[in-house]
């Protein structure tokens, strides 16, 4: 069975950096093909690419975020981890890490963040 | 503003048959896969076609996908209560090196 769950702070203050960790397990992050994405959605609004981290160690970043987010991986502890800086009330929401092999086939509940003074 | 552009709503009778469609461009849809996400609220989407018109073996059959040119269509037929859900399409987009989504369209079956 393929799992993963999101954690990190439920609130942070704006120009501060958020670290999300996406620990799954069910699956290898050293198979060919494989990746993990990070995904986020605003209250009530639509689904917003981020990020995403192939098994090859490739990664690619959402050119309206690019210098502000780093993706990396650590296969060892299963984990693919996020962080975001000089954070916005802008950039609140549910943020989601998902498998990527055939589509997004399986994704974490999400964690919500909230960005605010 | 989102690349792909999804309708905002669509309705259908319960037992009847519904489209979405989702309208992209040359360097997303037209070049690469399309994948379709179900999302009830509060909870995290889910997959129910991927690589255009591909289903992963727990989606029922009465979900499809298709594609031609630009856009891509997902049907829902049989329509139940329970298919009430917010529907996203997704691609990756050559020319940004990016993934992008719909705005998502809300299904309401009537």
């Known amino acids: 069975q393929i799992t993963l769950k999101e954690t990190g702070p439920t609130l942070v203050k704006p120009t501060q950096t958020v670290t999300l960790t996406c620990t799954f397990s069910g699956f290898s992050l050293t198979t060919d093909r494989v990746g993990v994405m990070w995904i986020r959605q605003p209250p009530g609004k639509a689904l917003e690419w981020l990020a995403l981290i192939y098994w090859d160690d490739d990664k690619r970043y959402s050119p309206s975020l690019r210098g502000r987010l780093t993706i990396s991986k650590d296969t060892l502890k299963n984990q693919v981890v996020l962080t975001l800086t000089n954070t916005d009330p802008a950039d609140t929401g549910t943020y989601f890490c998902a498998r990527l092999y055939q589509g997004l086939d399986t994704w974490g509940q999400g964690t919500l963040v909230t960005v605010s003074s | 503003q989102s690349v792909l552009t999804q309708p905002p709503s669509v309705s259908a009778a319960s037992g009847q048959k519904v489209t979405i469609s989702c309208s992209g461009s040359n360097s997303n849809i037209g070049e690469n896969h399309v994948s379709w996400y179900q999302q009830f609220p509060g909870t995290a989407p889910k997959l129910v076609i991927y690589?255009?018109?591909k289903r992963p073996s727990a989606i029922p059959h009465r979900f499809s996908g298709s594609k031609s040119d630009t856009s891509a269509t997902l049907d829902i037929t049989g329509l139940q209560t329970g298919d009430e859900a917010d529907y996203y399409c997704?691609?990756?987009?050559?020319?940004?090196?990016?993934?992008?989504f719909g705005g998502g369209t809300k299904l309401t079956v009537l």
């Open positions: 690589d255009d018109e």
């Open positions: 997704g691609a990756w987009d050559s020319s940004l090196s990016a993934v992008v």
